[in-house]
């Protein structure tokens, strides 16, 4: 969180499985929507929280199969996991916070008296989370019973059913919507309390996400039974909550746009660049549209061929040079002519480009460094690189930027089999 020196623009706490990633989008399409619309437009001033049931190992399988950004706070295990950055820091103050009224081993005895609990994968169980699989039919009768049991013992737990079959059993403390509290008590000490707060969710362990004052909540249109009942039953004339009429992070950008939180336009749904205004633009809209022009040339869907070529070779410094992820030094010039000779090399074949982290600083008049990363999705994988850019603003406020150096370096585990097809 010290990321921001100020308090972020907007915290978006979202869900992941069929909330932010939509598991029926075989081309990750709403998800790729909301990377560019988050890097172009939030990630200098916002902070992203992704809040999932997942453990730690299933949420880094996720992040293999997925085109997913990196947040800057990441709740797991149903909100008894916090952690910060890349390097996934634990909170060790919640962690403290959770023992308390909690016994791990009387959980795992009581509720071995059930036979009707399937337990779940070794990964899925956590310091502070148990977790089962029950029958549908079973799931209120069983967590009545096992409720009592657990009290009984002096424990004082929680226990969330969500997906018509997880059963979650969790220190009282404990779940998304205590982690979130938790979160902005410990933001508001530090004086950086966000302006707003969009909590996104599917399913019943994200119901008490929409519970903490202040919020907006986005239930996403393909949202569970579960999650529409409580809503029903809770929060039905709560005006800031709403049930989107999009799916997953359609949804979440549709959310965006309704209660008038930012901008809530993708770069991904703009077609012609040239009738968008540059006026205020950070340098992280200029990164998102530059490789955004360079996968859809690949894939051949430019409209404009001639003057979008035009418009990209007059945004390039004369003098401007790449140094490649294989060491290779060659002009911007000299990447442009290769990159004519490419146009629709990738038709008809899986090609997607999305940046992440993306983070400038003004190094001058006029001059912004530029640091991110830079990902290519294709049939052999995904590659990876981290990219740092100079530009140098044009003379014009409206006249966006020059591209005066470009310095990649391969991810450690992520370069290209065939570096030649990395063009730029």
């Not at 990630?43 to 950004?69: A, C, I, Q």
């Not at 029958?135 to 004082?156: I, N, W, Y």
């Not at 850019?389 to 044009?394: E, G, I, M, P, S």
Request: glycine share 6%.
């Amino acid at each position: 969180m010290d990321r921001l020196s100020s308090p972020a623009r907007l915290m978006i706490v979202s869900d992941l499985d069929h909330t932010m990633v939509d598991h029926h989008d075989k081309e990750n399409i709403s998800l790729l929507r909301f990377n560019a619309l988050w890097e172009a437009n939030y990630r200098h001033d916002s902070l992203l929280v992704f809040s999932t049931g997942r453990s730690p190992t299933l949420y880094k399988e996720l992040r293999k199969e997925k085109p997913m950004l990196n947040p800057d706070i990441t709740i797991m295990s149903v909100g008894t996991e916090i952690t910060y950055g890349d390097a996934m820091v634990p909170d060790n103050g919640w962690e403290q916070f959770l023992n308390q009224k909690w016994d791990k081993d009387v959980v795992r005895e009581e509720t071995s008296k059930f036979p009707e609990l399937k337990l779940q994968a070794e990964t899925e169980q956590r310091a502070h989370k148990v977790s089962f699989y029950v029958d549908k039919a079973k799931a209120q009768d069983v967590t009545k019973a096992l409720s009592e049991r657990l009290a009984k013992r002096g424990l004082d737990v929680k226990i969330i059913y969500s997906g018509g079959v997880d059963l979650d059993i969790l220190p009282q403390g404990a779940g998304k919507g205590q982690a979130l509290a938790y979160l902005l008590k410990k933001l508001t000490s530090e004086g950086k309390k966000p302006t707003n707060t969009l909590a996104c969710g599917d399913s019943g362990n994200d119901a008490e996400l929409f519970t903490i004052p202040e919020i907006y909540g986005c239930m996403v249109s393909n949202a569970q039974e579960e999650l529409l009942q409580w809503h029903a039953e809770n929060a039905k004339n709560n005006p800031n909550i709403i049930h989107a009429t999009e799916r997953c992070a359609a949804g979440i950008i549709q959310t965006i746009g309704h209660f008038k939180l930012g901008p809530n336009i993708s770069p991904r749904d703009i077609t012609d660049f040239s009738n968008c205004s540059l006026e205020n633009a950070q340098p992280g809209f200029e990164i998102v549209k530059f490789y955004l022009f360079y996968e859809r040339w690949r894939r051949a869907e430019i409209v404009n061929f001639e003057q979008d070529i035009q418009n990209l070779e007059d945004i390039l410094h004369p003098s401007g040079v790449l140094v490649h992820p294989s060491g290779v030094i060659r002009s911007l010039y000299d990447c442009l002519s290769e990159l004519r000779n490419c146009y629709g090399d990738k038709k008809g074949k899986q090609f997607r480009v999305f940046v992440d982290r993306v983070s400038s600083a003004q190094v001058g008049h006029g001059s912004w460094l530029v640091k991110f990363y830079k990902c290519e999705i294709s049939d052999e994988g995904q590659t990876s690189s981290i990219v740092t850019v100079l530009l140098n603003a044009k003379d014009g406020e409206k006249d966006g930027y020059s591209w005066v150096h470009i310095h990649q370096t391969w991810l450690k585990g992520c370069s290209a089999a065939d570096e030649s097809s990395w063009l730029l």
